[in-house]
């Protein structure tokens, strides 16, 4: 059982959300706020592993669904969440043993914690994605046969919607219109399953992983020369069986955005620090998905992309990017539950509407 | 043509002063800092007023750069317990206000926290009614502490202050002399970050009142009877009014000022500029004759904020930076003797060892205490001082550059001579008549401008183009209010941001517009 107890830890956290959300998934900001909040009250959230679960224990990821622009304003009303438990467990008819991320990059990381802290139940470490992903069929839940839906979807001034659909694609547009017809901010109560089902499909100890992710790049930050490195170097170690590398140094030169069918698309232009015609597209729909160095893919999605100030090793959102920041662009393989065939039909770069098929980042070297 | 302007910076070591006629920089001062602002002001700009035989009436206006709010802010001197009202609910009550800030300030501010019901969707609509009666209430609840101080805070205030306005009006009529700061005034998108700004603001508004007033007092005293007006972070002016009500947005016009300054001196519309002071060197970069701002939150005595500022790296070397000769090598700072240098250097028969001693050595300079003090100083030792000082210059100007093509460097600052010859990446290195001044010159050229931070709707607006035109004339009439010669108002800078994840065409739309000061806008055009 692992404790989020100090300011520092929950920031840690947050930094390493911002890495895992490769660009997307949102700010952890206001998450984080809301846990410090908990922590301020006394509370702090119960982590456990995912083998502590009992087989029949009953488990549901709770998200917001939205645009980060109005997170920011609204926030988040613990009020709404604890209502959102109370009608989801009268929907589903059964008691709520514990809470799972959905998406541990960026800030749906963040309130399945708070939450936990707030109402007494403990939050598995672990996810559905290991990363962020922009539609709810990406989960390794959904993957495997656990539907987002039936849900229960609730927003701060007490409207109430309960949605069930065949597939998850589906589930997606209503909640969009629903969302959309709500304000731009929705609460949801997402993949219902039991502790075997969980322990089957969940994306291992990636609350750890974010911890652990953020408090290596502070502490690089003190002893090391390049905190970067610092960073590798933890990503790299054996024992976590993934491969990360620095795929760029350099220079942001441009940076284009647009909002097509609801969706943040877009790219950033990088020019080598040392040599000008040696230069990186990182490519953007809400999530960076492809990085190519001269033409040649260099990353491609499900692995992960993620662009660090290369000074600080703080993770930077696709936001957050503007002209003239000096960066390094990270590639880091995506979790093996991502890259496996059944995975591949829902997140490989053709889902993403690009014309080729996933390569591992290690052979792309 | 025979209309001069008076340009102070007050600075934490010193008060600066210069006269400008037009375009040319008649005379200049370098004073102490008092103790009492007022003093320091009336010190240096009697001096002036000598130095250039012109008569007190000849002035006619006054600006006045001041980082004294910024500072009680940090030091957590002269602030004022407050009282915080957010319209919000049933939303945030998840993340109250003052959530995240540092254990000592919140001691001082109190806990004085309403949240009451109201608020409005990114579309603009309510999404319930203003409670008036919890506002009332509160209102009275304050009045029964006897605070005065208050902040004012409702949802998606941007596009809908008057919700904020409306809770004003009920304060107001119950405690009249209330200091209210509202955050649709200080702040654009993200509730926390604009609350944050108008509490900090909320908090420095009585200090504020007692400062402009003292320097108001001050220039009085003085015979000169021209309008004062006070440097704000993006390089324009504020009204004495308006810096008395928002002393937030003074919080960074110190190295706005000296960027600017340099600009001018320099004619230079791009360049790096390094403000080399006692303790520390600011470096900001200069982009269309105005410092370069920083794109993400900002952190002010430990508060975030999504507050415009320039974005300048400082660094731990100036005038005063204590130099050692360790095991490891040569040690410049961080430790610096600050305003005691004139009891510590060498150059003053003092004990201590520091940059400016090295660089009179150095430079054989005269002018600067005593250079037999130093004249005992090794030539390699100094050599490797001032080769120790230049690679940290030259580490932090690339740091702010852009890109690998150079740049000229401007040096301005009292610590300007700590750097000679080449820095490497600089396509020049320039050190203009004024530039230990710079600061005080970049006061008395400023201009006067406007700004929106909205969300348009581009689907329902009449399209993209009508939408920007709307947000561009928004931003030219409120730099046209602030006080622009409306013949010289020109827009500086548009960014969009898109709402993301949504089927909606909503757009940040930030604009700002500039003109010169209606005042001197004829007689002096800068």
């Known amino acids: 059982m692992k404790h989020i107890k100090t300011p520092q830890d929950i920031a840690d956290m947050a930094r390493g959300a911002v890495f895992l959300g490769t660009g997307g998934g949102g700010d952890p900001y206001v998450g984080e706020l809301f846990l410090l909040q908990q922590l301020e009250e006394g509370r702090s959230p119960m982590i456990v592993t995912a083998d502590d679960v009992a087989d029949d224990a009953f488990v549901v990821s709770i998200a917001g669904v939205g645009a980060p622009t109005v997170l920011v304003e609204h926030l988040v009303s613990e009020r709404t969440l604890l209502d959102l438990l109370a009608r989801a467990e009268a929907f589903y008819g059964r008691k709520i043993d514990a809470l799972i991320s959905a998406e541990i990059g960026g800030a749906n990381s963040m309130f399945p914690l708070a939450l936990g802290a707030r109402a007494g139940i403990p939050v598995i470490d672990g996810d559905g994605m290991g990363r962020a992903f922009p539609h709810l069929e990406m989960t390794t839940f959904s993957i495997d046969g656990i539907t987002a839906t039936p849900t229960v979807m609730i927003d701060d001034l007490g409207n109430v919607a309960t949605v069930t659909t065949p597939n998850d694609r589906l589930a997606e547009d209503m909640l969009r219109a629903l969302c959309n017809t709500l304000g731009a901010m929705v609460l949801g109560s997402f993949y219902s399953m039991s502790g075997k089902q969980m322990k089957q499909s969940a994306v291992r100890d990636t609350i750890t992983q974010t911890l652990e992710i953020g408090r290596c790049i502070r502490e690089s930050r003190e002893t090391c020369e390049d905190p970067v490195s610092g960073l590798m170097t933890y990503l790299n170690d054996p024992k976590r069986g993934r491969y990360a590398r620095v795929l760029f140094d350099g220079k942001i030169t441009d940076v284009t955005h647009e909002t097509r069918d609801g969706w943040h698309w877009g790219a950033v232009s990088l020019q080598s620090m040392t040599d000008a015609n040696d230069k990186m597209v990182v490519e953007i729909q809400n999530e960076y998905l492809a990085a190519r160095r001269n033409g040649k893919t260099a990353i491609i999605v499900p692995d992960m992309i993620s662009i660090l100030d290369r000074e600080t090793a703080e993770p930077l959102t696709a936001e957050m990017l503007h002209y003239g920041l000096r960066v390094k662009v990270i590639g880091y393989s995506a979790v093996p539950e991502l890259r496996t065939e059944k995975a591949l039909k829902v997140c490989s770069p053709r889902q993403f509407g690009m014309n080729e098929d996933f390569l591992p980042l290690e052979s792309l070297a | ?526």
Not at chain 2, 224 to 240: E, H, V, W
Not at chain 2, 289 to 294: M, S, Y
Not at chain 2, 359 to 373: E, H, M, Q, T, Y
Not at chain 2, 394 to 403: C, G, H, L, N, P
């Open chain 2, 1 to 526: 043509m025979t209309d001069y302007r008076l340009g102070i910076d007050v600075g934490g070591t010193n008060t600066d002063a210069v006269i400008m006629r037009g375009r040319e920089v008649v005379t200049a001062t370098k004073r102490a800092t008092t103790q009492s602002v007022g003093d320091g002001v009336v010190d240096a700009v009697t001096v002036t007023l000598q130095q250039s035989g012109l008569a007190a009436s000849a002035i006619k206006a006054v600006m006045i750069g001041t980082t004294q709010f910024v500072n009680a802010f940090l030091q957590r001197k002269n602030l004022s317990e407050l009282a915080i009202i957010r319209i919000s609910l049933p939303r945030t009550d998840g993340v109250p206000p003052m959530v995240s800030w540092p254990k000592d300030l919140r001691a001082i501010l109190g806990s004085n926290i309403y949240m009451t019901k109201g608020g409005a969707y990114y579309t603009g609509q309510d999404y319930i009614p203003l409670d008036e009666e919890a506002i009332a209430a509160a209102a009275l609840d304050i009045k029964a502490k006897g605070l005065k101080a208050i902040a004012i805070s409702a949802n998606f205030a941007p596009i809908r202050p008057d919700l904020e306005h409306r809770a004003r009006d009920i304060v107001r009529g119950i405690i009249p002399d209330a200091m209210i700061t509202l955050s649709s005034d200080v702040g654009g998108i993200g509730l926390i970050d604009r609350e944050n700004a108008a509490i900090i603001n909320a908090s420095l508004m009585a200090f504020s009142r007692e400062v402009v007033t003292s320097l108001v007092q001050a220039i009085k005293n003085l015979n000169i009877s021209a309008p004062l007006y006070i440097s704000q972070n993006d390089g324009t002016l504020l009204t004495t009014e308006a810096a008395e009500a928002y002393p937030i947005l003074t919080c960074s016009a110190g190295p706005t000022n000296s960027i600017r300054g340099a600009a001018f001196l320099t004619g230079l519309q791009e360049a790096v500029v390094v403000d080399i002071g006692g303790t520390t060197t600011d470096i900001g970069f200069l982009v269309k004759g105005f410092p370069r701002e920083t794109t993400g939150v900002n952190y002010i005595g430990g508060v975030r904020t999504n507050f415009r500022m320039p974005d300048v790296l400082s660094i731990a070397l100036g005038g005063g930076s204590i130099v050692r000769e360790e095991e490891r090598g040569i040690e410049v700072g961080p430790q610096s003797v600050g305003f005691h240098i004139r009891e510590e250097a060498l150059l003053f028969g003092g004990p201590t060892l520091t940059t400016t001693d090295v660089a009179v050595k150095a430079r054989d300079l005269s002018g600067i205490g005593d250079p037999a003090k130093v004249a005992h100083l090794d030539d390699d030792f100094v050599s490797r001082v001032m080769d120790a000082i230049r690679l940290r210059i030259e580490d932090a100007v690339d740091q702010m550059k852009t890109s690998s093509k150079p740049v000229p460097v401007v040096m301005v600052g009292g610590g300007s001579i700590l750097v000679t010859g080449a820095v490497a990446g600089a396509s020049d290195v320039l050190m203009p008549p004024y530039a230990e001044v710079a600061n005080a010159v970049g006061a008395a050229i400023a201009q006067v401008s406007g700004r929106v931070d909205k969300l348009y709707d581009y689907g329902q607006d009449g399209g993209r183009l009508a939408v920007l035109e709307i947000a561009k004339q928004d931003a030219i009439d409120a730099a046209i209010r602030a006080g622009a010669d409306p013949d010289t108002v020109e827009v500086l800078d548009i960014a969009e941001l898109p709402m993301m994840h949504m089927k909606t065409n909503a757009v940040q739309v930030k604009v700002r517009a500039v003109g010169n000061l209606f005042a001197m806008s004829e007689r002096a055009a800068v």
